[in-house]
Each structure stands twice: as C-alpha cells, then as structure tokens.
C-alpha cells in the first residue's frame, strides 16, 4: 500500500473511484484535478484501491488475453486465479492468514470474493486452458499467416513474419483484431462514452528526475503526515489525458502528432522523430480528411513494421546517431561514432525479408554492435564511460535506502529460501507422510520452452515423455517407492498436479524440477485428492512479493516496465510428492 | 590407385546442446509422413545411454556391420548371402517395435469439441500403431538427459568392460550428446547386405541411397547396418534411410540437420580416398589400429601427384579445390582431432566426431581450479568423472591414447587462446605438448570457434554434366503406398523434382552480404504461393533425369 500511494509502483485499478469520474469531479468542485486529489486523499474522500482489493468497486471486470495462456502457464499461483478471478473449481487448501498475519491497514473481508471477473476474452490461435476460459475467444493468424516483425537482444537482427498462407477460417492477424475491436469501440462510444477526461496515475519513473524524489533514502510517508502529499515526489504523478473514445478507430489506423511536439525518451534520451514521421509519411502514405488527416498510415502489418523500425534507433542510423550526440552532451564522452557506420539507414521491411539484417548500435540498449560484434550489456559504460543508471553513475553495491536497512540488505548478501514450514505449515524438506515426501518445488525454463508451449505438438512429445512431467532424484523416489515413468501427484496448499515422473540421478536430493509451461490439456489424468483435472506448474506455487522489490523513487530504484518492479518470487515453494493410483481415469 | 570423393560430415560435441533443433527439422523435411512415424534420420542421444533404437550397438545381438573371419577375410557379421537367403522369409536380427519405440499422437481434436463439462478436456496418447490409448513407455529419446538412467543406464553397451568406472549417483554425474545420421560409410554393410542390390553408393561424391524402384523388403539392410540407420517404411514396404539431404548438397548447400544446428558444431566437406586401399584397411586385424587404417585411405589434395591423378581420374576440378579447403579434412587429417563411431564395425564410417571436453572442463571449474590451465585439464582428463574409456568405446575401438590426444589438443587450444584473448604472447610450449605450433593451434581455433557458415560448409556443386548420374528422379519418391511425395503427406500428388533453381538462389541468398548482390533474388512477399518461385519447367528437371543403371552396384 505503502508503495502505491508514494508512488514507487503503479497500482491499477489507482482509486476507488472511476478515473473519468474523478476528472468529471474534480471540474465539478471547480479544482485543477492535482490538488483535487490530493485534497480528496487527505479528507479520506478518496481511497487507493490497493485499501480494500476485496471491495466489489476495486475488482478487475474485464481480462483481455493476447497470445498468453495465463490459466495454462504464466499465472503463478493458478489455483488462487481460478478461485477468487474467475470463481471456478480450483484446488486450492491453505487457509485464510490468522490474525496476527493479516495486513494492519489493508481492510479485510472475511469472505474473500471468488469470481471477480464479468468477462474473459482471449485471442489466440491454439486451443489452451484460457481459451478454454474465455467467454469469447478470437481466432488469431500464426507467425506464418501475417506480416510482423521480432527481435531480442540475444542475436542482432530484426526478423519478419511473412505469411506462408492466408489466416484460414475466421483467423484474423493481430493488427485487424485490434483495429476491428477499435472500429467498433468508436462507433459504440458515439452514444456511450464520447469524449472523456481520464486521471492516470504514474509511478515515480526511472531515468527521470522522479529518481531524486527520496533524499538519502529516508522515507517520508504522506499518509501519517510526515509529508505532505505531492505529485511526482511523495506520491504518483497525476496525469489527466483526454480521451475522444469516438475517435479510437481512426487513431489506431495512423501515427499520431504528439510524437511530433515531444519526442521519444527511452532511457533519459529524448529523441526528435520529426525526420521519421516524415519519412513515414512517403514510405506508409497518408490518412485523408478526419482525425488523423496528413498523418502516417498505419492500415496493415507491414505499415506498421515500417513505423516502429522508422521510430527506433536501432532500425534507424538517424536516430541512433542523434541519440548518441544528445547523449554526449550529457556525458561529455565521445559516442556518436558508434552508430556514424549506419547514419544514413532505415531498415525497412522489405530488406528483413530479403536477408536477415543486424540492428544499428543505439542509446536504447547498453551494448555495443558495431563493427560486427555481437550485443552484450553495458558495453557502452564499461568502454566508453558512460555513467550507470545508478545513484553514483558507477557500479553501486551499496543501498542506503530505509526499507534495505530494516530488512538488512544495505549490501548484497546471500538469503536462503522462504521457510515454509514456520510460514505456512508445510512439511519440513525430507520429509515423509502419507502424501509422499517433501521436496523443494522448482519451475525452471524447459530447453524446448522457455516460455512457450510448444513442447506439446507432436513432435516434440514424441521426443520426450509424452505428458506432463517432473523430475526428481532417484534418492527421494526411493524414499516413497516412485520409480521412473510412474504416474505421481503432488500437493501442497496451493494446489495439485497429477503427471509423470521423470527420475534420475541427475537430480540433487530434496528438490524436483516441474519445467516451465506444461499446460494441463495434454495427458493429465483426473487426481487422486479431489478427482478433478489435475493442476499446471503453476498450480503449487503463489505470488510473495518481496518489499524490497517495491521500492521507488530513489535512483535505480525506481520503476520501469519491464526493467524494474515486482517479481513472483515463486521460488521458495515446497510440495509432497508420492506415487498415486496408476490406473488413471481422464 | 583409384580416387574417390567422399561427402563427410564432422560434429563437435563440445558444442551440442541437445537442442535436436536438427532431429526435429531433419523429421519435418523427410519422415513426416506415413509408415515413417517412428522413423528419424537424424537423432541426438544422451550418452551415458541407450540410444535409438535401444542397445542399437549391441553386434552380438543384432549383428551390423563386417567382422573378420577364420582366415583374417572381411566378411558380414550377419552371414554371408547364402545365409541370408536362407533367412530371406524370417529376419531374425532385426530390433522390433519394442526396440524402437510406440510412435503416438494426440486427440487433440477433443480440446475443440469437448462439450461443456466437470473438468479441463485434455488430449490423450493415442498409437499411431494400433490407433488405440495407450501410455508411452519407451521413446526415441526416453533416456534424455540422464531421465531414468540410474536404472537403465547399465544397460549402455559402451559401459562393457567399464562399469566399474560409472557411477549413476549425483555427485558422479556426467552426461553428453551425440547426434546421429547415416553413417554414408566407405564400405557400406547395409548395401553389402541387400539382396536386391537396391541400395548403391553415389561414386560422385559417396553418397549411399536406396533406390525405391528397385527395393524389395526383405530388411537386410537394416540388419546390415550397425549404426541402425536403415528404417523400414511399414506404408510402402521399402527400406528408407538419410541421404545427406543430396538435392541440397548438390546445390551445394548444407544438409538439414547442419543448416538448422543451433551449436554451428556440424562441418561438412570432401575427403578424397583411395578406393583400392578400403577393403584392406577395413580387413586390419586389431579393432584398435582401424582408426588409423581409415586414415591412411585418405588422400591428401594438396598433394600434387594426387591432385593431377584426381583430375586424370575424373574428378572436377573445383571438388579438388574444395577438397584443398575442406573443414572435414583438416579436422580428421590436420589437426587429428576428430575420430570416427564405432571404426570396429569395419565400416570406414564417415561421419566423425570431436570428443567432449566440457563435461571435463565444467568439473575442473566445480572444484574451483582454474579451467583455463593446461595443467589441471591434462590432469583432469584421466582422473576426472567422464571415464576417457567410455569415450574410447565410442570412437577408437577402446583405445584411450587417441582419444586422450584429442582432449589435450582441446585443452592446451583453451590455454593457449586464453593468453591471446587476455592480450599476452601465445605460449609456443602449450602447443609443442600437444605436438602442434601456435600458428597451427590458432587456425585450428579459428575453424572450432569462429568459422562462419562458408567455413564450416565447403560443398562444390553437382556438375550438370553429370547429372544423369545422380538420377535425381529416380531416387528420392517412394512408390506406391499412396502417392505421398518425400516432403511429407499432401505435398503434391505426383512426383516432384527437386527444384535446382530454387535452392541455388537459397544458397545465394544466405551468403550474400547485402541483397543487391542477390541475381535474381525471389521476393516471398510477391510470390503468389502456387509452385514454388522461380522454379524450372518439368521437362528442364526431366531432362537431367537418367534411367537407373542395371548392375546393381555403385553408379
């Protein structure tokens, strides 16, 4: 709670109180919608909605799925989505926190709320666990039925999507789900929604002045008065944007103008992209009367590949080498010339189809790919001296921050594992009751699926197991007579999973390994415990966030997406595991 | 002396992953089809293991490959003809399904049918055999990372003599991959097996193929072959096996598996022997000096007297060149550093490998010694938990002091480079112990660890002048059986000739540096998807196409 109303993390929903509401409100009270809700949030009138998570007005309504199988796979704690999201079955056993355990100021409803959700909706183009969920599922185009383009920073190219054949059936590419969905989402607004005004709350933001909003890392709460609330320093930046809902469609279809007027920041360096736009408006053509008259089209796959590459500095020799040249004058180091052997080029879709095509070194990452080489991180702070994203701009060890103090972790030091027995009553690693045995519980990247499910098609099954599977060592198998290929079941409060064991003495003692991914459609049998479908990797483990991954604010402390913020920590997870009934029944 | 050039392949198993990134593109591009479920050319092994199919290296089992009889003479291990033909009805040494495994498949179906109910639907094992449910229990790649090979695992053939050695416990643990093809042997026990003569070896560059037309069933072959790499097609009836994707090869582009390898660790180029001296090297007496027999046939190019006699004899002059060049020879005969599978099958195999050492250098790096010193590797090569023996059973026959050379040649190259690459003077005397120079170590390096795609693949085209040899045709469409084509069900209805064109601009494409370069380079994205692009008109492809010679042996 804490971090949200300082502003450290983003919190959605923000405030118990619709966000166009509050900007509707805050015209009515004839206020500027800053001191509005800061006044409002010291009255008391206005809560965060991180208060009372189990208040029917803080709950989720809608899930859209794009290309995820949150139910089959990524959900970490599976069992808990399937009971308090969507309200279904589930196997979830742990009971509420006793008192002592429950949170001091978050407000706590005995009945904890199952079924939050109205509606799921999944796009997708493989029949998984959420489709299987989803109130409405869009089939989508494969990687070989659209235009598209992909990269990673572990090899140096842009890779495009080329269709091998048209979406079949009803199967439409990402790009038309969303300008369709957008299309009518205007044409609806014209009666329900029209033209609104939206309060967003921002976190305090890396690479920003934001990082300074904590002095020496004392921490200063607004909410027991030792602050005043203030946007952006003590609490979330307000922003109000307004919202033509009429208008969705025609904006999907083109690049908008506020890219012209402020730029692009990636990491402190704020890029001009007038040059792009213009370039895109003779490579993609240009919209014709409407919102969006004279802007860049964006009405295909293709256009739109076009304008990321044209927006992004390693795509765009332009832009990498003005970014660099902003850089240096903050750096005072020499950088341009990193990226001078590809000043003149945009990448452009029709070359990535032709020929696999390597990235132009940019301010946007911290490698370093040119003459050649091959990208590897901070590159360009070791060799050029480009000062870190850190408090003291150099390698910093030391985190003088007051939540690192309370919880002793002002220098990097080594923390075991959660005890899960003391915390949640489980078996003591080793061991043995009528359940099996107690083994550590792991869900490591799988070598044929990081993060995918694609180790379900049949060739990957035919060469391995055939199913769901876990490994463990033959030492813990001999403790509970498991022997290799034997159906198990595993239990622990979070949920069960039913599958096959692979054991082996690969294996160290005390720990299995349920790999990533292993969506419960393929081969999993009904379980011995409760008779239902048996659970995913995900169905043994739950969400702990650790506090220290929540502070803001304060240097590299300070949220960014997809670089900084909370994780799983999912790690720490016990189970029993034992040999169940081998003649299963599906 | 009669010269002959032969396509060989070398894997660096320092640098497989056990991805079978290549197993499965291998199976998409040629066994994805019916009676070949079960069936894949290209496998990746876990060793300690038991392969694919099980105990496949067990000979006084199944009976692959040639042995010396009473008289010192090279004869089948399997019997000679008048053995087989007795046997023609009952082919006893055969692995059967069990030995391979229970091909299965999935109602996936279900998972969009299934009608509102209780639970999650799921997508069951069904046979692909007997169409019924079934639970796997046996696998082309079961035994994967050590899975289940606490138990299994004493039944690895290359532990005899050595199971003493090899403990499956934790702390002992090793493990690595070996990938597998046809082996395209210099004297090929599969072809000697044959009663129908169906199977021949490409005299242009060794290629060994079935030919469909002339194949008759009688499984031979697949006792034949030690390696088991002949599989039986149970749709058509015929014997089917790897052939070195040769409709790539001869564009000179790589095969599937070597494209696709995500470890860059395959080579592939020419080796020049001398077919007269073959059936003699594979006649020598001890199992131990076969290696080095092998060896010896090898011809070396750049020697001039064997470069002109190779042209007099009719080799093109760019496969000499491309010989010259090839990675495949300076890993076998320059650098000694790759060694053959299983020589004491008396084959002359010729897909070799290089040796693991990482497993090693991984342990010495666990007990916190520098990994990087030749000192501790030279040590730790004899003392440390992968028995040099059981790579020995693999590749020299049991003879550890090849295998042991290898190692260090591997060792003192990451000592030696660790120097360059810390910006020191190379340390002539890391190579002299190992009997090579530092120039010699660096190059050997440069082909190990930076070599690009058109080092690592030195492959001279097929000449058209030659092609009705290569009968293009005539060997890659099994007949009958329902008219599916060799690149998997529906691709067509007849046969389809291999479209030289396409795959020239294929390999053009990946090599140049820039598009402009690229002579009449395909755009997908104008390509209408009917046909392929820019490919000849049947009567060009016919054209080439001869008719199958009728002696029965090697064209």
Redesign the interface.
């Known amino acids: 709670m804490q971090s949200a109303r300082n502003g450290w993390m983003p919190s959605y929903p923000t405030f118990d109180r619709n966000p166009l509401t509050l900007a509707d409100d805050a015209e009515a009270a004839g206020m500027e919608i800053g001191p509005y809700v800061v006044q409002q949030l010291k009255s008391g009138e206005l809560k965060f909605a991180v208060e009372d998570p189990d208040a029917e007005e803080n709950w989720p309504r809608v899930l859209m799925l794009w290309r995820a199988n949150l139910f089959g796979n990524s959900a970490k704690g599976d069992e808990y989505f399937l009971k308090h999201l969507l309200g279904t ?1 589930h196997a979830v056993t742990a009971k509420e926190a006793s008192g002592d355990l429950r949170p001091k100021e978050m407000v706590w409803r005995e009945q904890a709320p199952e079924g939050k959700l109205d509606m799921v909706m999944t796009i997708d183009f493989r ?1 998984t ?1 959420s489709t ?1 969920m989803s109130d409405v599922v869009l089939p989508a185009a494969t990687w070989y039925e659209k235009h598209d383009i992909n990269t990673t920073d572990m090899h140096p190219f842009v890779h495009p999507f ?1 269709p ?2 048209s979406p079949p059936w009803q199967a439409k590419t990402d790009w038309e789900t969303f300008q369709i969905m957008s299309d009518k989402l205007s044409e609806l607004a014209t009666t329900h929604l029209g033209v609104r005004k939206d309060v967003v709350a921002v976190a305090l933001t890396h690479d920003t002045p934001d990082a300074l909003a904590t002095p020496h890392g004392v921490v200063a709460d607004w909410k027991t008065g030792e602050v005043e609330p203030i946007p952006g320093v003590t609490m979330p930046k307000l922003a109000v944007v307004e919202r033509d809902y009429t208008q969705i469609g025609a904006k999907y279809g083109s690049v908008g103008p506020v890219l012209d007027r402020l730029g692009e920041t990636t990491k402190g360096v704020t890029f001009d992209v007038t040059s792009a736009v213009d370039y895109l408006k003779q490579k993609n053509g240009v919209r014709h009367g409407g919102v969006a008259d004279g802007r860049p089209k964006l009405d295909h796959g293709i256009n739109a590949a076009e304008a990321i590459m044209a927006l992004a500095g390693t795509t765009n020799g332009h832009l990498a080498t003005q970014g660099f040249k902003t850089l240096e004058k903050r750096t005072g180091t020499h950088l341009h010339d990193l990226a001078a052997e590809h000043e003149g080029k945009i990448i452009t879709f ?2 990535i ?3 696999p095509t390597p990235v132009i070194t940019s301010p946007e990452w911290s490698g370093s790919e040119t003459g050649g080489r091959r990208y590897s991180p901070f590159t360009i702070n070791v060799e050029r001296l480009k000062p870190w994203h850190t408090l003291t701009g150099r390698q910093t060890f030391y985190l003088d921050h007051d939540w690192m103090d309370t919880i002793g972790e002002k220098l990097p030091i080594y923390r075991g594992p959660l005890n899960m027995t003391q915390l949640f009553g489980e078996a003591p690693i080793g061991d043995t009751n009528e359940l099996g045995v107690s083994v550590r519980y792991l869900t490591p990247h799988f ?2 699926a990081i993060h995918s499910q694609y180790q379900d098609n ?10 769901q599977q876990i ?1 463990m ?3 813990d198998a001999a403790k509970v007579g498991i ?3 034997d159906w198990v079941e595993l239990v622990n409060r979070n949920g069960v999973v039913n599958c096959r064991a ?8 005390g720990t299995v390994y349920m790999y990533h991914s292993q969506d ?7 379980t011995d415990t409760n008779g ?2 048996g659970g995913i990797h995900n169905s043994m483990t739950r969400i702990l966030i650790k506090p220290s991954h929540i502070i803001g604010g304060y240097a590299q402390l300070s949220f960014a997406f997809n670089y900084l913020g909370p994780t799983g920590n999912n790690r720490d997870e016990v189970t029993m595991i034992r040999k169940r009934s081998q003649d299963v029944q ?1 | 002396m009669r010269i002959m050039a032969q396509m060989s392949m070398v894997m660096n198993l320092d640098k497989c ?4 990134t290549c ?2 593109t291998c ?2 591009a040629w066994t994805n089809r019916t009676g070949m479920e079960y069936v894949w050319f290209n496998n990746v092994e876990t060793r300690p293991g038991l392969g694919y199919p099980r105990r496949y290296e067990d000979q006084e089992k199944w009976k692959g490959g040639w042995t010396l009889n009473r008289s010192g003479k090279l004869t089948l291990k399997g019997g000679n003809r008048f053995m087989k033909l007795l046997n023609i009805f009952s082919n006893p040494k055969m692995p059967g399904l069990e030995d391979y495994y229970e ?4 109602d ?1 179906e279900t ?2 049918s299934a009608p509102l109910g ?8 069904y046979s692909l055999v007997s169409g019924k449910p079934m639970h ?2 046996w ?4 035994d ?9 695992g004493k039944d690895d053939v290359m532990l005899k003599g050595i199971a003493d050695k090899v403990k ?3 702390e002992q ?1 090793f ?1 690595f991959y070996l990938p597998r093809i046809c082996e395209h042997c210099l004297n090929p026990s599969c072809m000697a097996s044959c009663p129908s003569g169906a199977i021949y070896k490409r005299s242009e560059d060794g290629i060994v193929l079935v030919d469909q037309n002339r194949c008759r069933g009688w499984r031979m072959c697949i006792s034949g072959c030690p390696y088991k790499k002949i599989y039986f097609n149970h749709s058509t009836g015929k014997a089917e096996k790897c052939t070195f994707c040769y409709p790539r090869v001869e564009v000179g582009i790589p095969t599937v598996c070597s494209e696709t390898c995500v470890g860059r660790l395959r080579y592939i180029g020419l080796m020049l022997y001398d077919a007269d001296a073959v059936l003699e090297a594979a006649s020598t007496t001890n199992d131990t000096d076969l290696y080095e027999a092998q060896r010896a046939c090898f011809l070396d190019p750049r020697d001039p007297e064997v470069a002109r006699e190779a042209e007099r004899q009719g080799i093109p002059l760019d496969w000499i060149e491309a010989a010259k060049r090839s990675p495949v020879r300076r890993l076998i005969q320059d650098y000694g550093l790759a060694l053959p599978l299983h020589p004491e099958y008396r084959t002359m195999p010729m897909v070799w490998y290089i040796p693991p050492l990482s497993p090693i250098v991984d342990a010495v790096r666990g007990t916190g010694y520098d990994a990087e010193d030749a000192g501790n590797l030279f040590g730790a090569i004899d003392a440390l938990r992968i028995p040099i023996e059981y790579l020995a059973n693999l590749f020299t026959a049991g003879d550890v002091a090849p295998v042991r050379l290898v190692l260090e040649k591997m060792a003192a190259m990451r000592s030696y480079m660790r120097d360059i690459n810390l910006g020191r003077e190379g340390d002539e005397q890391i190579a002299e112990a190992v009997g090579m120079s530092g120039a010699e170590m660096y190059e050997m390096f440069r082909l190990l660890a930076l070599a690009k795609y058109d080092e690592r693949y030195v492959i001279p085209t097929a000449h058209r002048e030659q092609a009705h040899a290569l009968e293009e045709l005539a060997t890659d469409c099994p007949v009958g059986g329902g008219g599916s084509g060799p690149f998997g069900e529906g691709s067509g209805a007849g046969p389809v000739p291999v479209a030289i064109q396409t795959l020239a601009e294929t390999k053009a ?2 090599q ?1 540096d820039d ?1 402009a370069e ?1 002579p009449g ?1 395909v ?3 104008e390509w209408d ?1 009917q046909g392929l692009p820019g490919r000849p008109s049947p009567q060009d492809a016919a054209d080439r196409v001869g008719i199958p010679g009728e002696d029965g042996v090697a064209r």
């Open positions: 079955d029949m666990s299987l080329t091998a054949i029709a070359e189809v032709g020929q070598k044929w049949w060739f990957m099954q035919n060469l391995s197991r055939g199913g490994w060592s033959d030492r022997a290799d290929n692979i054991v082996s003495h690969r294996m160290p003692e419960r459609l393929i081969d999993v049998p009904l239902r479908r599906y | 992953i056990g991805c079978h197993t499965v199976k998409q091909p299965w498949t999935y996936y998972l969009l209780k639970n999650f639907p799921v997508a069951r094992p796997p229990q696998g082309s790649n079961w994967d990372d050590l899975g289940g090979t606490y138990v299994t499956f416990e934790f643990s493990m494409r990946m140049a598009m690229v380079s755009s997908y994205m998807g």
